[in-house]
């Protein structure tokens, strides 16, 4: 008896290391393919990223990491709505994920839908209210509905956590300079001249979603890095 019991466990040994084998194989591409994807992106090879981050998907549909930075490939592809798609995918898995808000924030922000912007960055900021590129964003979209006077209180958030922040520091004196043209000084009606063509993205270098990969989080999610823009406006 003792030796059919010794036989039993080294089977069921056997068999769970070949159930496991597949998995780690899975695990192990799933991570090749993200650290490619992220390394497409700092290397501005988007359409590549993109390629990278859907086969992460394949693999494991349920990683918001890797909807998430696939969102970011789209944006920097213009392919706004297709990233508004791919951020709330991420954000269904996991909607306490911070990222993916902020991202979402960017991606409608690209398609002009500043009001829906403003509270995706709010719903990152009640995440992680010490995003510093959040807020400055956040305050770039206020800019651009006329909200002045709550754009420049959004900078000053983001001073306030990063005082070298120099894009944050140019957008709060461009919006104070909107402020002051909107107020009234005569009778005749000023009219504020805006833009419709995009202004040149600042790269941050702050890494967009750091943290360390182990072997038990691989398929819930890997986790490195991409990068996260702020906008001078």
Not at 59 to 68: D, E, G, M
Not at 79 to 91: F, H, L, N
Request: hydrophobic content about 40%.
């Amino acid at each position: 008896m003792e030796t059919m019991n010794k036989i039993a466990f080294f089977c069921g040994c056997i068999l769970l290391v070949l159930l496991l084998c597949p998995m780690v194989t899975a695990i192990s591409q799933a991570e090749q393919y993200y650290n490619e994807g992220v390394n497409y992106i700092n290397l501005g090879q988007y359409s590549d990223a993109l390629a990278s981050f859907d086969k992460v998907i394949a693999i494991n549909p349920n990683s918001a990491n890797a909807w998430t930075n696939r969102g970011y490939a789209l944006h920097y592809l213009g392919r706004y709505t297709e990233a508004v798609a791919s951020d709330d995918k991420a954000i269904a898995i996991n909607p306490n994920f911070a990222d993916a808000w902020y991202s979402r924030g960017v991606a409608v922000a690209g398609l002009g839908q500043y009001s829906e912007a403003v509270a995706s960055y709010d719903k990152a900021l009640a995440i992680n209210p010490n995003d510093s590129v959040a807020w400055s964003n956040r305050g770039v979209a206020l800019r651009n509905l006329g909200r002045y006077s709550e754009a420049v209180a959004s900078y000053d958030k983001a001073l306030a956590i990063n005082p070298n922040f120099a894009e944050a520091k140019q957008n709060r004196i461009n919006a104070l300079e909107k402020q002051s043209q909107a107020l009234p000084t005569s009778t005749t009606p000023i009219q504020i001249k805006t833009s419709s063509t995009p202004l040149p993205q600042q790269t941050q270098s702050t890494p967009l979603l750091y943290a360390p990969i182990g072997a038990i989080v691989m398929m819930a999610g890997i986790a490195v890095w991409g990068r996260r823009r702020s906008y001078l406006k």
